[in-house]
């Protein structure tokens, strides 16, 4: 993230300044560029880079699938730097984690105008800074007007200072079909946060919300359009995790939920945080693990595809996860004994902890040429003998920790 310190030395090393050009001449607000970029804090944005289908034009300017500037093209999924801001911090919205709500005591409420945003973006994209803008808001008076000034701000990078880099942009609950239209038409990635698991869970935290019409039929809009290969990238989704009390189990399933229905990329985790001022500033902040164990969740289904009856052996009784890896967890119940890498399945190695795809594939490639008979073979094609090794036996050698996972 663009740290305030970093803007305000672009802006007094004179680097804005480079030109006689309008756009480096007018002076930035930084206490606006901080608050506002305070405000995605917990917004997650693990964005994958653009396709964008490049268009030949010169001047286009910050095209990741051109090389030469300060950016390459990634498609599997790695972060690139960018600009993360609010538009607005202001919100017409009580939900009750959230400092932006109509509830909450915030900082001043502060906006952009469109020209100032997309002079803003791409001041520090040719100042280096950033490769792309990730852009969000809270809804300040209503979500049609709020949209058409986050969709000209992008209009103007792409169309008057010819920005191809990256953008990715939240839709806000509520949007029109036509808005997200327009909007994807313009940039590489929206998602629209859906916070809960369900309605009632929502309904705890926002009585301002309606999740089936502001959230789930506005993803469907989303899904309908992308299937129309308007955009690059697709769409994603945020789960505020534990803010009212669900269970990661209640999690999982509406994951699969978005995953199967509504064809999201990716899912993000970001676990509640007491906010002071806010209404919920007494509860209990989530652990960070918590999130991290959702992660390995969403990758044992996305990646293994292990299925539900399975990934439903990771949870305990009450629906939560134990802060452990979840791949260990359904081992144990899904072995009766450590498996020999020489005879086991493809299957069976792959749900064998520390042995991931790729290792899986080594192992049946390599057992054709020569039996495997010691840690050192596995480990030279990658295998985490250290996690492993409760759950293998190799020439007759067997963990001792195993009677523990048996008892
Ligand atoms: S809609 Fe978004 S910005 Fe507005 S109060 Fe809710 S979480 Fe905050």
């Given at each position: ?42 917004d997650t944005c693990a964005s994958t880079?653009?396709k ?23 498609p599997?999924g ?56 990730f852009?969000s ?31 990715h942009l939240k839709i806000?609950p509520?949007t029109?079909?036509?808005?997200i239209?327009?909007a994807m038409?313009?940039v590489d990635r929206v998602s629209l946060n859906i916070e809960s698991p369900s ?12 999740y089936q019409?502001d959230i789930l039929q506005r993803q469907k809009y989303i899904r309908d359009l992308v299937n129309k290969d308007r955009l690059p990238a697709g769409q994603t989704t945020q789960f505020v995790v ?8 209640e999690i999982f399933t509406r994951m699969l939920y978005e995953y199967n229905v509504m064809d999201l990329k990716r899912q993000y985790f970001s ?23 959702l992660y390995?969740v969403d990758w044992l289904h996305r990646i293994?595809k292990?299925?539900r009856?399975?990934m ?96």
């Amino acid at each position: 993230m663009v740290t305030l310190d970093k803007i305000a030395k672009l802006a007094v090393g004179g680097q804005f300044e480079k030109t006689s050009s309008d756009i480096y001449s007018k002076p930035i607000d930084l206490k606006k560029v901080d608050i506002l970029g305070q405000g995605t804090k917990h917004d997650t944005c693990a964005s994958t880079a653009s396709k964008r289908k490049v268009q030949e034009s010169p001047g286009r300017i910050g095209d990741v699938m051109s090389s030469g500037i300060c950016h390459a093209f990634a498609p599997d999924g790695r972060c690139v730097s960018l600009f993360k801001t609010l538009y607005t911090n202001a919100c017409q919205h009580n939900c009750s984690y959230c400092p932006n709500s109509t509830k909450s005591s915030g900082a001043g409420i502060m906006s952009y105008t469109p020209e100032e945003l997309a002079r803003i973006t791409i001041q520090l994209y040719r100042a280096n800074t950033v490769e792309g803008l990730f852009l969000s808001s809270g809804v300040a008076g209503d979500e049609t007007k709020m949209m058409d000034q986050m969709i000209e701000a992008v209009e103007l990078l792409r169309n008057k200072y010819n920005f191809m880099g990256y953008i990715h942009l939240k839709i806000l609950p509520g949007t029109s079909h036509s808005h997200i239209k327009h909007a994807m038409e313009l940039v590489d990635r929206v998602s629209l946060n859906i916070e809960s698991p369900s309605k009632s869970h929502m309904h705890e935290l926002s009585s301002t919300k309606d999740y089936q019409n502001d959230i789930l039929q506005r993803q469907k809009y989303i899904r309908d359009l992308v299937n129309k290969d308007r955009l690059p990238a697709g769409q994603t989704t945020q789960f505020v995790v534990g803010a009212a009390g669900e269970s990661d189990r209640e999690i999982f399933t509406r994951m699969l939920y978005e995953y199967n229905v509504m064809d999201l990329k990716r899912q993000y985790f970001s676990a509640f945080h007491a906010v002071g001022g806010t209404e919920l500033e007494k509860n209990k902040s989530q652990p960070r693990w918590r999130e991290n164990r959702l992660y390995q969740v969403d990758w044992l289904h996305r990646i293994y595809k292990f299925d539900r009856k399975e990934m439903n052996l990771a949870f305990n009784e009450d629906g939560f996860l134990e802060n452990r890896d979840p791949k260990w967890t359904i081992a144990t119940h899904v072995f009766d004994g450590p498996v020999d890498p020489n005879t086991a399945s493809h299957e069976e190695l792959l749900r064998v902890p520390g042995i991931g795809p790729k290792s899986a594939y080594r192992i049946v490639n390599i057992r054709k040429k020569e039996p495997i008979v010691r840690k050192v073979q596995l480990k030279r094609i990658g295998v985490r003998v250290n996690h492993a090794r409760t759950f293998l036996k190799l020439n007759g050698w067997q963990d001792t920790t195993l009677k523990g996972w048996l008892q």
